[in-house]
């Protein structure tokens, strides 16, 4: 059976250019990066073009602003806990909203006992968060970051992140913007964004598992997670992942050229799907705004009348299709 993949908000096959772009890295030199010989050398420039296409791709200043991790959640985890830690003497206060990925909202839960406190933002019915005045009524003295969630996978709302990052700015307060279902698939400038902090996730844009981004911008301090090597200026120790982080800038590379192109395509191909079913199953529903400039071009999120999401999950997997409910992780973080 020919499997039709309807979960590319979980994961994306890698692109042909991809693979051919790691095959050296998984085949040929598995040097360390560490190493001083020929081979190491090799690797380390590897590395360090991988990590030139990325700061290319997101307008950033300096290659140095980009930091490898080993997946998006450890670049959430390195990002909150890092800058909460390192910011400590000047507040103790933390705002995110209730659609945060697991590993944001945990990694601010986790802070707690440290001695910092949570401030959750409220969104409205489509999980759009509300306006300036509305948010700055959640602002304290002693605030020190604030996390916002560039998109959401389960009602793929994209949330005003320019309008925010302006205002966060002149309260002087840090942004961590989690990008890790967003890049790709939205045009992510941290030259006119200007966050502090960004996470990505290569493997949602047809580049590899393994590797997560955290876009650090220069002068922002953070403390590391992990000890050991000097890797990545000191901010994540261990032996670099080089074939999967050659993989993610050659998938940043590529999207780069393409992305107007992308999202434009997606978006046809978002409506007429919208479409399609609405003209056999007129009852259909949608989680989330309306197709537009407000919801990520490749999400789709729908409701059947008395139908249930998991019941139809397995039907369809029985079927050859590959989806998924996702929206219980959304019910959870709102219940909190």
């Known amino acids: 059976m020919n499997r039709i993949n309807l979960d590319a908000q979980s994961s994306t096959p890698p692109a042909p250019e991809v693979i051919e772009a790691m095959r050296p890295y998984l085949s040929g030199n598995f040097a360390s990066a560490a190493a001083a010989h020929y081979s190491g050398k090799q690797v380390r420039k590897a590395i360090e073009r991988a ?137 992510l400038d941290v030259a006119t964004l200007k966050p502090s902090l960004m996470s990505l996730s290569p493997h949602r844009f047809h580049g590899p598992k393994g590797v997560g981004i955290l876009y650090k911008r220069r002068g922002v301090s953070l403390v590391p997670l992990m000890h050991g090597g000097n890797q990545e200026f000191g901010l994540r120790a261990g032996t670099e992942n080089v074939a999967s982080i050659v993989g993610a800038g050659k998938a940043f590379e590529l999207m780069s050229g393409i992305l107007d192109e992308r999202i434009e395509n997606a978006c046809k191909l978002q409506s007429f799907l919208l479409r399609e079913i609405k003209s056999k199953i007129p009852s259909t529903g949608i989680i989330g705004p309306a197709p537009g400039k407000d919801r990520l071009s490749n999400q789709l999120n729908i409701v059947f009348e008395g139908v249930e999401g998991e019941a139809l999950m397995l039907m369809t997997n029985v079927r050859g299709l590959d989806c998924h409910t996702g929206i219980s992780c959304v019910n959870r973080h709102m219940e909190s």
């Open 51 to 187: 990590r030139e296409q990325i700061a290319a791709a997101i307008s950033a200043s300096d290659v140095e602003e980009i930091i490898f991790t080993g997946s998006g959640t450890e670049a959430n985890n390195l990002a909150i806990k890092g800058i909460l830690t390192a910011r400590k003497p000047f507040g103790n206060h933390v705002l995110s909203t209730p659609l945060d990925h697991p590993s944001v909202w945990f990694s601010i839960q986790s802070m707690i006992s440290q001695g910092f406190e949570h401030g959750v933002w409220e969104v409205d019915a489509v999980g759009r968060l509300p306006g300036i005045e509305c948010l700055g009524e959640n602002l304290r003295q002693d605030t020190i970051l604030a996390s916002v969630p560039v998109s959401t996978p389960e009602l793929g709302i994209v949330q005003p992140i320019h309008a925010i990052s302006e205002w966060l700015e002149r309260e002087g307060v840090a942004l961590m913007l989690d990008a890790t279902t967003a890049g790709g698939w939205t045009p």
